[in-house]
């Protein structure tokens, strides 16, 4: 037997990021120090949009933690952003607590009653499961509607002692030298921006830790993980609680920008729930680029045909049909299957290797 060398043995490593990535993170960084500094030069106009594109896309990521990833397609999803707005109003008018501590509590509180929600709802399954959500959010919107001291069914407004309570108003009025209605809107915009940068990376880091990785076998197929001993229900309980969380603060957050609520605006299905499944289906679902693309066309289509009325809902409508029948995968899934994108990514991948070739 003549000699041969041994071949050496390959090995082998998971990775998530790749050079791409880390250069989509690194211009996430860049874009989120430009939007911090934006209202140093930009108007009044310009920081209310983008609030609500903030808000919006915040809660468009937390539907699609929990539908896309979790399984569980709510219709209801209003009743924490209702939640959160009375939650604010109570702790500061009554409870005479600042608006921002009141933010991250009337989150608190929202997480601690999706658990007995879900102990209701969990026990409904597929569409049974979304009409059930959407009669939890009904019932919230009748009880409030019975709480006199937050304005019962007309709603109420927060006073101006309150509105102008929340810290950095007297600074932004000093440095740059505005008015306070334009100064509270610039404060808005900052609270806005980090709780979004703040729900991004929360969302983010779920999704690549363990339970991220049980999430994408429930996704891929919940039979399969079950077999392979995730706890399912677990798990879903948790992304349930969780988002009820970020979705309760973020409600808080809006009704503080608007300052004004009421059980019929605050519990809206159109405004909190279908818009957001709009973006999240457009851009793509099961993904965390695809509702970032959802939200930006819903601004553009919202910014510029919301005033035709009747004709804007058509629109929608028709223009979800179209993604839906034609690009099921969403916008951003027509572009990550033709160029092979994936901005961050979440999957883990086995890599195979030479040792030599490290």
């Given at each position: 037997?003549?000699?041969?060398?041994?071949?050496?043995?390959?090995?082998?490593r998971i990775e998530t990021a790749d050079g791409f990535s880390r250069a989509a993170a690194a211009g996430a960084l860049i874009l989120l120090l430009v939007l911090a500094l934006l209202p140093v030069v930009a108007g009044r106009n310009l920081i209310q949009d983008l609030i609500f594109l903030f808000y919006m896309l915040a809660l468009a990521q937390c539907w699609n933690l929990l539908a896309?990833?979790?399984?569980?397609?709510?219709?209801?999803?209003?009743?924490?952003?209702?939640?959160?707005?009375?939650?604010?109003?109570?702790?500061?008018?009554?409870?005479?607590?600042?608006?921002?501590?009141?933010?991250?509590?009337?989150?608190?509180?929202?997480?601690?009653?999706?658990?007995?929600?879900?102990?209701?709802?969990?026990?409904?399954?597929?569409?049974?499961?979304?009409?059930?959500?959407?009669?939890?959010?009904?019932?919230?919107?009748?009880?409030?509607?019975?709480?006199?001291?937050?304005?019962?069914?007309?709603?109420?407004?927060?006073?101006?002692?309150?509105?102008?309570?929340?810290?950095?108003?007297?600074?932004?009025?000093?440095?740059?030298?505005?008015?306070?209605?334009?100064?509270?809107?610039?404060?808005?915009?900052?609270?806005?921006?980090?709780?979004?940068?703040?729900?991004?990376?929360?969302?983010?880091?779920?999704?690549?830790?363990?339970?991220?990785?049980?999430?994408?076998?429930?996704?891929?197929?919940?039979?399969?993980?079950?077999?392979?001993?995730?706890?399912?229900?677990?798990?879903?309980?948790?992304?349930?609680?969780?988002?009820?969380?970020?979705?309760?603060?973020?409600?808080?957050?809006?009704?503080?920008?608007?300052?004004?609520?009421?059980?019929?605006?605050?519990?809206?299905?159109?405004?909190?729930?279908?818009?957001?499944?709009?973006?999240?289906?457009?851009?793509?679902?099961?993904?965390?680029?695809?509702?970032?693309?959802?939200?930006?066309?819903?601004?553009?289509?919202?910014?510029?045909?919301?005033?035709?009325?009747?004709?804007?809902?058509?629109?929608?409508?028709?223009?979800?049909?179209?993604?839906?029948?034609?690009?099921?995968?969403?916008?951003?899934?027509?572009?990550?299957?033709?160029?092979?994108?994936?901005?961050?990514?979440?999957?883990?991948?086995?890599?195979?290797?030479?040792?030599?070739?490290?």
């Amino acid at each position: 037997m003549g000699d041969t060398a041994a071949k050496p043995a390959q090995k082998f490593r998971i990775e998530t990021a790749d050079g791409f990535s880390r250069a989509a993170a690194a211009g996430a960084l860049i874009l989120l120090l430009v939007l911090a500094l934006l209202p140093v030069v930009a108007g009044r106009n310009l920081i209310q949009d983008l609030i609500f594109l903030f808000y919006m896309l915040a809660l468009a990521q937390c539907w699609n933690l929990l539908a896309g990833y979790a399984g569980l397609i709510s219709v209801g999803q209003q009743t924490f952003v209702g939640l959160g707005g009375y939650l604010l109003f109570a702790l500061t008018l009554i409870a005479g607590l600042n608006p921002l501590i009141a933010i991250p509590l009337a989150g608190l509180v929202s997480a601690l009653l999706a658990l007995p929600t879900a102990l209701l709802v969990f026990r409904l399954r597929g569409a049974y499961f979304a009409i059930g959500t959407w009669v939890v959010a009904e019932v919230y919107r009748l009880v409030f509607a019975q709480i006199k001291p937050l304005g019962g069914g007309t709603g109420t407004s927060l006073t101006p002692s309150v509105t102008s309570s929340v810290p950095g108003i007297e600074w932004v009025k000093t440095l740059l030298d505005v008015r306070t209605p334009a100064a509270r809107d610039i404060v808005s915009y900052w609270v806005a921006l980090a709780l979004l940068a703040t729900t991004l990376a929360a969302i983010y880091v779920i999704l690549r830790s363990r339970r991220g990785l049980a999430l994408g076998a429930i996704r891929d197929h919940e039979a399969a993980a079950s077999g392979l001993g995730v706890d399912i229900y677990r798990i879903k309980l948790a992304v349930y609680v969780a988002t009820a969380a970020m979705t309760g603060m973020i409600g808080a957050l809006i009704y503080l920008q608007k300052a004004r609520i009421s059980p019929d605006a605050a519990f809206s299905v159109l405004d909190w729930t279908a818009y957001v499944i709009f973006i999240v289906v457009i851009g793509g679902i099961g993904t965390m680029e695809g509702p970032v693309i959802g939200a930006i066309v819903f601004y553009l289509l919202q910014h510029y045909l919301a005033d035709f009325g009747a004709v804007y809902l058509i629109l929608l409508g028709t223009i979800g049909i179209v993604i839906m029948l034609f690009a099921p995968k969403g916008l951003w899934g027509l572009v990550a299957e033709r160029y092979g994108l994936t901005l961050f990514p979440t999957r883990r991948r086995l890599i195979v290797y030479e040792p030599e070739d490290r």
